[in-house]
Structures are given as structure tokens and as C-alpha cells.
Nanobody, 123 residues
């Protein structure tokens, strides 16, 4: 089992930055790929980006490409989501997730989920 805990959310003005952290415990997290998703009220959970187990490969949704960056520190069992140039439409609950197989972009292919952290971007 893997437990994931997100932190770092909050309220920020448009154009600002936030860094989310996802701390993992339990099973060897360094062997799992990780992804970030978000869900706004009344909307489906949306893929934000993902990173492979080594940190050498990342991929982002078009809506955040060039603004968001995912990184990981396997020595600390932590994955990060650096969010720059934030927009009001980035407002959502952000979730991190870990996958045992592959480096997926589909929520159903992830095995472990955190509880989420709220990000609110004011205009």
C-alpha cells in the first residue's frame, strides 16, 4: 500500500505561483510513476501531468504546458507540482496519484490517490 498526502494549496492571485507537494509512504514509491489531476466543481477529474519513476520523463496537458512543471525527489518520496502564471481557470482540487504499471494519463489506471488540496486563483 501507498499513502499519498498533498500539501501546498491555497489562495493566490492570477499570475502568481504555487508549489504543491505529494509525500508518499508505504510501498517503494520510487518505483511507481506519478500523476497530478485536478477537479473543479461540477466537472470531471482532469489530467494535469505525469512523471515516470525515474523523473526523466514528463508529460503535460495542453492547458498547463509551459506553466506547470512536475518533478520528484525519490530520496524524499515526494513529487512536486510547480504552478506558475496561474489563471482563474486553474482553480480546482488537485490530486496526486501513483501507478504501479506504466505512465498513464487516465485516472482509472492509477492505483493510489491522495486526499487532494484546494487551489484557488483569484482574478
Amino acid at each position: 500500500q501507498v499513502q499519498l498526502v498533498e500539501s501546498g494549496g491555497g489562495l493566490v492571485q492570477a499570475g502568481g505561483s504555487l508549489r504543491l507537494s505529494c509525500a508518499a509512504s508505504g510501498r517503494t514509491f520510487s518505483r511507481l510513476s506519478a500523476g497530478w489531476f485536478r477537479q473543479a466543481p461540477g466537472k470531471e477529474r482532469e489530467f494535469v501531468g505525469r512523471i515516470d519513476w525515474s523523473g526523466s520523463s514528463t508529460y503535460y496537458a495542453d492547458s498547463v504546458k509551459g506553466r506547470f512543471t512536475i518533478a520528484r525527489d525519490n530520496a524524499k518520496n515526494t513529487v512536486y507540482l510547480q504552478m506558475n502564471s496561474l489563471k482563474p481557470e486553474d482553480t480546482a482540487v488537485y490530486y496526486c496519484a501513483a501507478a504501479v504499471f506504466g505512465v498513464p494519463e487516465t485516472p482509472s489506471r492509477y492505483d493510489y490517490w491522495g486526499q487532494g488540496t484546494q487551489v484557488t486563483v483569484s482574478s
